[in-house]
C-alpha cells in the first residue's frame, strides 16, 4: 500500500487521495523536473537512487489536486506542505497559469494540411526510453517558431521549384531545337535545300519510296536520310556528321553504306536514256535552229580521290590533266537538261577516248544522232561506226584561223554548250563530288555518283525551255 513520502504527511490510499511517481528517465526534461521535485520534498539527498522509483507524492500536495506537465503551470512541482510558508494565494496562482494559457492558445497557428506533400502512413515506433508527455511552454514556443521558419522556408523553395522547373522544361525545348533533326529543319525551306539540296516534297517522297528497304535504326529514318544528304549536298566527314547527330563514328559509317547502297538501287531508274521522239519533244528552243538533231552533250568528269598506298593503284589513277589522283566518269546529258547516262569509274590515267568506247555509250545511239562535245573528246570515228555524228568546236589546229562559218557554228555550240556546263554544276553542288574521297570509300564512289546524277533530276531543269531564238 503506497504511502506519502512528504515528510509529515501520513496520506495513504485509504484516505481516498491520489498518489503520483517523482519523474524518472534520462531526457533533460524529466531529469530537470525530478530535481525541482526533490528540492521541493527537502529529499535531495536522494538523487537518482532506487527510492525515487518507489516514492509518491499525494494530491494534497498540488493546488488543483494532481500534477501538471506543464513547466508554467504552478502544479508542475509539488508546493503544499507544513513546512513551508505559502506567500500567495493558492487560487489566484491558477487564475494566472489559465489566463497565459488562454493568450497563447490564441496565438496558434492553424496548419493547413499542404496538398502538394503525400500523405505518410503513421507506423508505431518502440522508445527505448521514457519521453515526456509534453514539451515546457518555453519549449514549444521555440518550435512554433521555428516551424514558422521553416513553413517560410519551405514556401521559398516550392516558387523557387517551380521556377527551376520551368526554366529546366524551357532549356529542354530550346536543347530540342537546336538539335539537328528532320522536324527541326523541314520548317524552314532555306535550312532543307541548304543541309539536303531537296525540298520537304522530295524528302518526303523518298522516305516513302525508300523507307521499306532500310533496316530500322535507334535514329529515325527522317534523320538518317538527312545525315546520308547532308554529306552528299555538304561533303561533311563522318565524324562531322557524328557530333552533329550524336551518334558514334562507325553509326555514320554503317549508315551512310547502308542508304547509298539502296539508293542507288532505287534511284538509278531516274537516270533514263529517253527515245528519240521523247528528245524531239522536250528539245529547248536554244536547240532547234541549228541542233535539232541533237540527242545529247557528253562531258568526261573526274573525282579526286586520296593517294592509294598500291603503287599500281597509285599509277592507275594517276590523271596526266589533274596531276592528281582521280576517278573518271562519262556523263551524258539530254538538251532539256537531265542527266540521261553516267558510265562506271574509270581510273584517271583512262582516256576519254577509251571510256567512250568501252562504258557502253555508243550502243544507246542511233542513225542521225548528233553528239555535242568539247573539243578534247576526239571520238569522231568512233560515233561514226554507229551513224552518230559529233559536233565540237572548230579549233586552229594547222590552220591560221577560222572561217567565218567555223566561227558562227562554234558560237553556236559554245551557245548550248553551256547547258551541259550548268546541269554539272548543279550535279557537282553536292559538293562530296568535289572532295577528296578517302581510299576506304572508293569502293561505293560509283553508287554516290549514281546518287547524285538521279537526285540532280528530281531538281527543276536548269535549262529553260523558251530560251534562245526559235
Same mark, same amino acid.
Given at each position: 500500500? !503506497?504511502? #506519502?513520502?512528504?515528510?509529515? #504527511? ?12 517523482? /519523474? ?25 537512487? $532506487? ?30 506542505? $507544513? ?25 496558434? !497557428? ?21 519521453? !515526456? ?124 553504306? #547502308? ?9 538509278? !531508274? ?23 538533231? #541533237? ?97 565540237? /568546236? ?40 568535289? $572532295? ?19 537526285? $540532280? ?14
Amino acid at each position: 500500500m !503506497p504511502t #506519502c513520502s512528504v515528510v509529515g #504527511c501520513g496520506s495513504r490510499t485509504s484516505t481516498g487521495v491520489k498518489f503520483f511517481r517523482i /519523474p524518472t528517465g534520462s531526457h533533460p526534461f524529466q531529469k530537470n523536473r525530478r530535481r525541482l521535485w526533490l528540492q521541493a520534498l527537502k529529499r535531495e539527498d536522494w538523487g537518482d537512487a $532506487t527510492a525515487v522509483k518507489e516514492a509518491r507524492v499525494c494530491s494534497t500536495h498540488f493546488i488543483s489536486g494532481k500534477a501538471s506537465d506543464d513547466s508554467s503551470s504552478a502544479d508542475f512541482v509539488p508546493s503544499l506542505f $507544513t513546512y513551508t510558508k505559502q506567500n500567495e494565494n493558492h487560487d489566484t496562482k491558477m487564475e494566472r497559469y489559465h489566463r497565459k494559457r488562454t493568450r497563447t492558445e490564441m496565438y496558434i !497557428p492553424v496548419v493547413q494540411p499542404d496538398s502538394s506533400i503525400e500523405e505518410i502512413k503513421q507506423n508505431p515506433v518502440q522508445a527505448d526510453e521514457d519521453l !515526456p508527455p509534453t514539451v515546457s511552454r518555453s519549449e514549444y514556443d521555440d518550435l512554433r517558431l521555428t516551424h514558422r521558419q521553416l513553413q517560410e522556408d519551405y514556401n521559398n523553395l516550392q516558387q523557387e521549384c517551380v521556377k527551376l522547373r520551368s526554366e529546366n522544361d524551357s532549356l529542354k525545348h530550346k536543347l530540342y531545337q537546336s538539335k539537328l533533326t528532320y522536324s527541326n529543319v523541314k520548317s524552314s525551306v532555306r535550312q532543307l535545300v541548304y543541309f539536303t539540296g531537296l525540298t520537304s516534297i522530295i524528302f518526303e517522297w523518298l522516305i516513302k519510296k525508300l523507307s521499306s528497304e532500310i533496316s530500322h535504326h535507334s535514329l529515325p529514318l527522317e534523320d538518317q536520310l538527312l545525315m546520308v544528304l547532308m554529306k552528299l549536298r555538304l561533303g561533311l566527314s563522318n565524324l562531322d556528321l557524328a557530333y552533329r547527330f550524336n551518334v558514334a563514328n562507325s553509326t555514320v559509317s554503317h549508315i551512310y553504306r #547502308c542508304w547509298i547502297s539502296v539508293m542507288s538501287v532505287v534511284l538509278k !531508274p531516274l537516270i533514263k536514256w529517253p527515245n528519240k521522239g521523247a528528245i524531239i519533244k522536250n528539245m529547248p528552243r536554244a536547240f532547234r535552229r541549228n541542233f535539232k538533231r #541533237c540527242r545529247c552533250i557528253i562531258d568526261c568528269e573526274e573525282i579526286f580521290i586520296a593517294r592509294p598506298s598500291n603503287l599500281t593503284a597509285r599509277a592507275q589513277s594517276r590523271s596526266n590533266y589533274k596531276h592528281s589522283n582521280t576517278i573518271k566518269y562519262l556523263i551524258a546529258t539530254t538538251p532539256a537538261g537531265a542527266i540521261s547516262f553516267v558510265s562506271p569509274g574509270w581510273d584517271g590515267r583512262v582516256s576519254d577516248k577509251q571510256i567512250t568506247r568501252e562504258s557502253g555509250f555508243l550502243e544507246l545511239l542511233e542513225p542521225m544522232d548528233d553528239v555535242l562535245a568539247d573539243r578534247g573528246l576526239l571520238v569522231r570515228d568512233e560515233l561514226v561506226a554507229y551513224g552518230a555524228t559529233l559536233r565540237i /568546236p572548230h579549233f586552229t589546229k594547222g590552220k591560221k584561223q577560222l572561217s567565218a562559218q567555223e566561227v558562227d557554228t562554234s558560237r553556236q555550240l559554245a551557245c548550248v554548250r553551256i547547258h551541259i556546263e550548268r546541269v554539272i554544276g548543279r550535279w557537282k553542288s553536292f559538293k562530296i563530288l568535289q $572532295t577528296v574521297i578517302p581510299v576506304s570509300q572508293v569502293d561505293m564512289l560509283d553508287e554516290v555518283v549514281t546518287v547524285c546524277a538521279a537526285l $540532280t533530276n528530281l531538281c527543276k531543269s536548269v535549262v529553260p525551255k523558251g530560251t534562245g531564238s526559235k
